[in-house]
């Protein structure tokens, strides 16, 4: 049992789940939290979240032997600098969740600082520290990207620190983490609000067009809800990788247009092809790089009370609900209910549940 004292710089979603997690397996861990919000510093301890609130974060830090820092990456380099000026404890281990890794490696060891850079790849539709979650890592990727003997020496001990997340140990360099993140999450968010900024352009010529949009394209674009700082940081951290994935994009969007002109049936047919039988072979409901849509779509009859059954039924096995919503799509006589779910034990049990227990049929999106 690890006996430490922790200190994590940042209460919203990953940084109070995390200290839940190492609570869980490691209750005589102390735990100092740190928020730039007062109103989240209250919470976190009237939740017993954390056992304190230092006054003073300098003297906190010095005292530390493990500081996480669970805040935008920007937010973060300011952090390790001012860090490097203070006399931290010998051996103390100096950890992140940021989503880009080269640019804060780099930095923390110009500093000759202890860092040994981390990502939970794991999330949730909604932020701060009311979203803490326990099971929010389980099973979701935990990517470590050491750069030296010291920090490969850190991975056991953090990993263990963080059993109670269940989650799945990955490590990386810096660079192919940066790599792969930015073609299968970073690249992803900035196509998702850049459709969302043209489907705006388009209201003001079409009025119509954002109800249209309610039903597939607000659900192809659910990413770009997504906090504009933490973004505006990690597309300047990872910005080489970025670039190169804009150009290449831009230049494949070229080619479309030109088998579009041209009307070459073949090229554009393999297009969806290849995309077609890339997508279906992609693992389905696993925790990956963009957060995973935990939602079961159940067809019920267009009849009053077929909603409040559904809901009924679920509570009575007190499965949480986070979301339900009503699909404008009609088949026959039946209406689509689309309900989400934290996570994928949930979805398993409430589809089980609904199929036993009503005459409704599920399945997943």
């Not at 209250?42 to 530390?64: F, G, H, N, S, Y």
């Not at 600082?113 to 520290?129: D, E, T, Y």
């Not at 970025?242 to 479309?256: N, R, S």
């Not at 935990?294 to 096995?317: F, N």
Request: aromatic letters at 8%; hydrophobic letters at 40%; one cysteine or more.
């Amino acid at each position: 049992m690890i006996e430490k004292n922790v200190v994590i710089i940042g209460l919203g979603l990953i940084g109070s789940s995390l200290a839940v997690c190492i609570k869980e397996i490691h209750p005589k861990t102390q735990i100092a939290g740190w928020d730039h919000l007062a109103q989240t510093r209250k919470t976190a301890l009237e939740k017993q979240l954390v056992d304190t609130i230092p006054d003073d974060l300098k003297t906190a830090v010095q005292k530390a032997d493990v500081i996480i820092l669970a805040v935008p990456v920007k937010t973060a380099l300011a952090y390790l600098k001012e860090f490097a000026s203070l006399p931290l404890k010998e051996g103390v281990v100096i950890t992140d969740t940021g989503s880009t890794k080269k640019e804060i490696t780099q930095v923390a060891n110009q500093l000759q600082l202890n860092f040994v850079g981390g990502h939970p790849m794991a999330g949730s539709h909604k932020s701060g520290i009311l979203a803490c979650d326990r099971n929010l890592f389980e099973n979701a990727y935990y990517i470590f990207t050491p750069v030296n003997k010291a920090a490969e020496k850190s991975i056991n001990f953090l990993q263990e620190l963080f059993s109670g997340s269940r989650a799945k140990y990955v490590t990386l360099s810096p660079e192919k983490h940066d790599e792969i993140t930015g073609v299968l999450s970073h690249f992803p968010h900035i196509i998702a609000a850049g459709l969302v900024n043209q489907a705006d352009s388009l209201n003001a010529q079409y009025p119509r067009a954002s109800q249209l949009a309610a039903g597939g394209f607000r659900d192809i674009t659910r990413i770009a809800s997504s906090d504009p700082q933490m973004w505006t940081d990690i597309l300047l951290s990872n910005s080489a990788v970025l670039l190169k994935l804009i150009d290449y994009w831009q230049d494949k969007m070229a080619e479309i247009a030109g088998w579009i002109e041209r009307k070459d049936s073949d090229k554009i047919y393999q297009y969806f092809e290849d995309a077609k039988d890339t997508r279906d072979h992609l693992p389905q409901i696993k925790k990956g790089a963009i957060p995973a849509f935990y939602d079961l779509l159940v067809d019920v009859p267009d009849e009053p009370g077929s909603i409040a059954v559904t809901t009924a039924v679920l509570a009575e096995e007190k499965i949480s609900l986070i979301n339900i919503k009503i699909r404008e799509t009609r088949l026959d006589i039946f209406g689509i209910l689309q309900l989400s779910f934290k996570n994928e034990k949930d979805l398993q049990a409430a589809k089980s549940c609904i199929e036993r227990k009503t005459s409704y049929k599920c399945r997943f999106k």
